[in-house]
């Protein structure tokens, strides 16, 4: 892809789960098998949809001058 573009870098994130962190993500899949859903689970533990925070992401974009962003996404 890069080569197709023909200029670009990567920003790799490790990421676990929504942020949560291992312990609360063990915690949402007990709730998961009770019947409720990820973001039901999140909620019912008092934690947003989605705890993850990607402003160190938004803070090398601005250090490497960047004006596009194409977003891909490990499946598995």
Do not use: C, P, W
């Amino acid at each position: 892809m890069l080569e197709d573009l023909g200029v670009g870098f990567i920003l790799y994130l490790t990421r676990e789960g929504r942020g949560l962190g291992l312990a609360n993500k063990m915690r949402t899949y007990q709730l998961q098998d009770e019947d409720l859903d990820t973001f039901d689970a999140n909620t019912t533990l008092g934690f947003n949809d989605d705890e993850r925070d990607y402003g160190i992401v938004a803070r090398m974009h601005r250090m490497l001058n960047s004006t596009r962003t194409v977003l891909l996404q490990q499946s598995g």
